[in-house]
């Protein structure tokens, strides 16, 4: 529609019909689709792809590339595309999206995979947060719950087939003559171009002219200052350590750029990219804290849930996407229910409340886990947490966006994505640090418990299973410190005992030579024969008292461990002392959080062998879970003094059409002269209105 004509309507005459509203959601779920796609297959590969490039320890980096860049971008499409609108830039989203896809797949190295994975993200920031931007425009607030359901199908359908086609590629040695890994990457190509073709064809918004206005390049700028070094010190904490010079230099930096960034955003006023004015709104304020929270917790449960299905549960990747979906099914069952109540009636106070009890009951469920807890107690709280999310997610954007007026729609969709994604990368960072903090000292207290340790040790000395390939990683990586420690002690004493015999029986023969008891002339055949006795009654004292002993006819002491009565009578004995040794960190064991890096050894492992590792990352996992349960329950207290006014029942594009049109007609009958103006309703004027606006709703 052009501008000339939106001016011409009447203004209860729609802006767009269902049909072209349609046609732009479909335009917009191919580009989120492409996002989200890209979300789920990475992760199932990485660890392929850290092989096979020789940085498997620099995965991180690949990660926080695509991280710090989206969202420090996605505030940036939010700003532009006010002013430049937003079909060309989600347009432009797309192409960068794909050109970062081509190139992170001809990677040679980690170092390049991470800096092209940047430029995915530079994309990503745009997929994700001008779709919600876009519905905030064509459609009503009660109106536009009703199609959250279109998106998270997107979502649901990513979360399934992501893990399973990134688990293919990564599987597949080549395909069509390219590493399969290579192909996580461009598949996004030809997704890519569909999605870009279907956004040209469909995503056709109409445009609302907008006066001149300043571009925040300084305020940018600070935002990228401000963020970079604290989200890198949030992901590279652990390994640098929290106070090392490069941290603080990293919160130097990051608290120098905060308050410049504020400082510049108050000199911009309403050109500001992120004004300051839109947190004069206890509303917009309130769900932006809400929804850092919310962020801090989605994203804790996103990362760790499917860790905990592939190492407690033994789940490989591709399952534990499937197993995935009782979150993915409860937060659409939710984001559609809410909606469809949403769009009847126009309140949403409830689901904030309601959301964050969801996930807080989910949490608590979580917090009972065990290291043998059933799939389904697992299914049942990740059930909770999609419910929770499902009221939440899009909630909090809708009344962001119902908050402000139709000049700031873009900023605060963007505003509302960006500090959700701050939550979820502080959550993110803070819940996976201290999950493998705690690993270490789960583990050893999980060698505590003394059923746990004997069994351990009887099964890291049966021969059976020391020589079992499948045991191999777990034996060099665990145990091989823990059993070496143990028999070196135990041989050690035993041969003392069997030298000390062979000793003494020597000592014997030379006193009766210098006695003149025994000819010099037969001293060594006498010795041999007196040492051969006093062997085989050490043997015999040696093996009533360490069963599992065998002296060989020259007095070597070895460890046969085959026999399973001897071998537990053996671990009987030790299992003191070498608890007394754990207690003071001097039981031989080498398992560090550095262990954790390829776990790979928990594979097909004896059970026994593997249950403290389990046991000590389900009460590791535990604690994370209490921490996130103490965030939620904290947004929950906050959604219960959520203000929520009524919802707008225009889109922003039908408001500002509705304005313009309502304006001409009295321009129109002022310049003919009409003795009473036409009746088009209350005209709308500017920024004075919107200040009005949020006045009128308890703002």
Request: net charge neutral; aromatic share 8%.
């Amino acid at each position: 529609m052009s501008d000339a004509a939106a001016t011409s309507r009447h203004p209860n005459q729609p802006v767009m019909t269902h049909r072209a509203i349609l046609l732009v959601i479909f335009g917009l779920m191919a580009g989120m689709f492409l996002s989200a796609l890209d979300q789920t297959i990475v992760g199932t590969a990485i660890r392929t792809i850290g092989d096979d490039l020789n940085g498997l320890s620099l995965q991180a980096w690949v990660t926080t590339a695509y991280l710090i860049v989206s969202t420090i971008s996605t505030p940036i499409y939010g700003k532009l595309s006010d002013i430049f609108g937003r079909r060309p830039l989600f347009i432009f989203a797309i192409v960068v999206f794909i050109l970062g896809s081509i190139l992170a797949s001809f990677s040679q190295s980690m170092v390049e995979l991470a800096a092209f994975r940047a430029v995915q993200g530079l994309g990503a920031g745009g997929l994700m947060s001008m779709p919600l931007a876009i519905m905030g425009d064509i459609l009503a607030p009660r109106e536009r719950a009703k199609y959250q359901g279109y998106f998270l199908a997107v979502f649901g359908i990513s979360s399934v087939i992501g893990p399973l086609v990134g688990g293919l590629f990564a599987g597949a040695n080549q395909i069509l003559w390219i590493a399969g890994w290579r192909w996580v990457f461009l598949i996004n190509v030809p997704i890519g171009i569909i999605a870009l073709i279907v956004v040209l064809l469909f995503l056709h918004v109409p445009r609302h002219p907008r006066e001149s206005v300043r571009i925040d390049w300084w305020g940018a700028t600070f935002v990228i200052v401000s963020l970079v070094p604290l989200l890198l010190v949030a992901e590279q904490g652990r390994e640098w350590g929290w106070a090392s010079a490069i941290s603080i230099a990293c919160y130097v930096v990051g608290a120098v750029g905060i308050v410049a960034f504020i400082l510049v955003e108050r000199a911009m006023r309403d050109d500001a990219l992120i004004p300051l004015t839109l947190f004069r709104s206890s509303t917009f304020s309130m769900a932006t804290l809400i929804g850092v929270l919310v962020g801090f917790g989605m994203f804790g449960a996103m990362l760790t849930i499917p860790l905990y299905l592939q190492l407690v549960l033994g789940s490989t990747p591709t399952q534990s996407g499937f197993e995935m979906l009782p979150m993915i099914a409860g937060l659409m069952i939710a984001s559609i229910a809410s909606g469809q109540i949403i769009a009847r009636t126009g309140r949403y106070r409830m689901f904030p409340i309601l959301g964050t009890l969801f996930m807080s009951g989910g949490y608590l469920l979580l917090t009972f886990l065990r290291y043998d807890s059933s799939y389904w107690f697992l299914a049942g709280a990740m059930l909770l947490l999609g419910l929770g999310l499902g009221q939440l997610m899009q909630t909090l954007t809708i009344a962001s966006q119902n908050s402000v007026g139709v000049r700031d729609m873009g900023v605060a969709t963007s505003a509302s994505t960006f500090f959700r994604q701050i939550g979820g990368t502080l959550g993110t960072a803070v819940l996976l640090s201290l999950l493998f903090t705690l690993v270490p000292s789960g583990v050893q207290n999980a060698f505590g418990d003394r059923p746990t340790l004997t069994a351990a040790l009887d099964a890291a000395l049966d021969p059976t299973v020391v020589t079992a390939p499948a045991n191999a990683g777990i034996m060099s990586s665990i145990y091989a410190p823990m059993v070496s420690s143990i028999t070196t002690a135990a041989t050690q004493n035993a041969q003392s005992a069997v030298d000390q015999a062979k000793e003494a029986a020597t000592a014997a023969v030379a006193s009766q030579v210098a006695a003149g008891q025994i000819p010099a002339s037969a001293q060594a055949a006498v010795t041999e024969q007196a040492v051969a006795k006093a062997v085989a009654a050490a043997s015999t004292a040696l093996t009533e008292k360490l069963p599992v002993a065998t002296v060989a006819s020259d007095g070597t002491v070895s460890l046969d461990f085959s026999d399973a009565t001897a071998r537990a009578a053996f671990v009987d004995s030790v299992v003191p002392e070498f608890e007394d040794k754990l207690a003071q960190g001097t039981g031989g064991g080498s398992f560090d959080s550095s262990a954790m890096n390829d776990t790979s050894f928990l594979n097909g492992a004896d059970p026994r062998l593997t249950k403290p590792v389990l046991v000590g990352f389900n009460d590791s996992t535990i604690v994370v879970y209490r921490v996130a349960l103490g965030v939620v329950l904290l947004a929950f207290l906050l959604s219960l003094f959520f203000r929520t006014p009524p919802l707008r029942a225009k889109s922003a594009l039908q408001e500002a059409a509705d304005d313009a049109a309502a304006m001409s007609a009295q321009a129109a009958a002022a310049e003919a002269g009409a003795m009473v103006a036409p009746d088009t309703g209350p005209v709308r004027t500017g920024a004075a209105l919107t200040r009005r606006e949020l006045r009128e709703r308890g703002e």
